[in-house]
């Protein structure tokens, strides 16, 4: 059965709406931070926070088999309103440092229900085709997550301005899909809990190797999205310029929704293992020559880190798609759900390191230790031909 043609756009349209609450935070780290007397040193901990959450959010979807028992549409729309609530918390008059990483864990625990959800009714609907899908899906993730930098830049926006749009357009998208996408044709539903689901999915050959790789992709994908601004900062620092780091820094993520979307339409002709293993390959060679762009002229650094932001993220609904293809349709949102929160833990360790790097070591060699996922992500397509 042919899905009617809406149904992708709304999901895209949702779930680019609802992610936007994810790098809120982010993007108005300085001033939490100045509101809260949170120091310089605090802020890896802010940044932290909602990748905990989602973390603890996913761990509990998935344990529960929440994306496979209950109606996937309805957890969205829950999730979305709850995220948001969570989100506008930031407002609240006196802002102290307990509330502020409680707002930001919950956005991320909320956030499971919306990320991995949306792939999962992506996958109810498109058992062909499904990288493809998934590529717009994940751009309109990256286009969400860059939002509020682009809110942040405007003239007329303030640090209240980002929380209150991001939070309404989460509820305007949770609205929106649940109204418009029900439950999908080829959903099958899990009519009982399995708490050993997630072991005896690590049990399937094709499925490790692609959560591996997965693995690999989330220990660069974040943290490069947490340090652009630092990257910008440095690069303005050490060559005496001034830069819009806003702009640029939305920029370099946005437009890793572009590849994530470029690389659907690729995977339709060249397959979802090709499109990840050299989007690994070309990400990976940016972590090494990362020293080196930082005393180069800017147009050739903006365009350095425009090619890394769209290496970094085009792999992303690929790895999710080669996922969801190893599993009975009764445990694909399980499935995504599991391989989310392990890399999304993952990238705490990352974030984390980057941070206390740029407080011991000059700013040009921070990401080389991005690498490290790259290579580890490649290594598993040794193990088994990139067809």
């Not at 993007?27 to 901990?45: D, H, N, P, R, W």
């Not at 005496?240 to 690729?266: H, N």
């Not at 990840?276 to 070309?282: E, G, P, Q, R, V």
Request: proline share 4%; glycine share 8%.
């Amino acid at each position: 059965m042919k899905p009617k043609p809406y149904i992708l756009p709304i999901i895209i349209i949702a779930q680019f709406a609802c992610t936007s609450v994810w790098f809120a935070g982010n993007s108005i780290v300085t001033e939490l931070a100045q509101a809260t007397g949170f120091g310089e040193e605090l802020k890896g901990f802010i940044l932290s926070s909602v990748q905990f959450g989602f973390i603890l959010g996913t761990l509990t979807f998935a344990l529960l088999m929440i994306a496979d028992r209950f109606s996937p549409s309805k957890v969205f729309l829950v999730s979305a309103l709850l995220a948001a609530l969570c989100n506008l918390s930031l407002l609240l008059p006196a802002l102290s440092k307990a509330v502020l990483l409680i707002a930001r864990f919950g956005t991320g625990f909320f956030l499971a229900g919306i990320y991995p959800i949306g792939m999962k009714i992506a996958a109810d609907y498109y058992e062909s085709g499904l990288g493809k899908a998934l590529g717009y899906l994940v751009g309109a993730l990256v286009f969400g997550k860059s939002l509020p930098y682009f809110i942040k830049s405007l003239d007329v926006a303030s640090y209240t301005s980002v929380v209150q749009y991001t939070s309404g357009f989460t509820v305007a998208g949770g609205i929106l899909l649940w109204t418009l996408v029900p439950d999908g044709p080829f959903r099958r539903r899990s009519k009982k809990l399995n708490l050993k689901a997630g072991p005896d999915l690590f049990k399937i050959t094709s499925y490790r190797k692609a959560a591996f790789g997965y693995f690999g992709h989330m220990w660069e994908l974040y943290a490069f999205w947490a340090f652009i601004p630092f990257a910008m900062y440095s690069y303005a620092n050490i060559n005496q310029i001034t830069l819009p780091v806003s702009v640029l820094s939305a920029v370099a993520i946005a437009i890793g929704g572009v590849s994530c979307i470029v690389g659907g339409y690729f995977s339709q002709k060249y397959s979802s293992k090709k499109v990840a293993y050299f989007s690994l390959w070309i990400s990976g060679l940016c972590c090494l020559l990362s020293p080196l762009i930082f005393f180069l002229p800017a147009w050739i650094f903006m365009l350095f880190f425009g090619i890394w932001g769209m290496a970094v993220t085009a792999d992303s609904p690929q790895f999710s798609s080669m996922v969801a293809s190893t599993v009975a349709s009764e445990m694909k949102g399980t499935a995504l759900v599991l391989v989310n929160c392990i890399g999304f833990a993952i990238s705490i360790f990352s974030i984390e390191l980057l941070s206390y790097l740029t407080t011991v070591i000059p700013s040009y060699f921070v990401f080389l230790v991005l690498a490290l996922g790259p290579i580890f992500g490649l290594l598993q397509f040794r193990k088994t031909k990139t067809n």
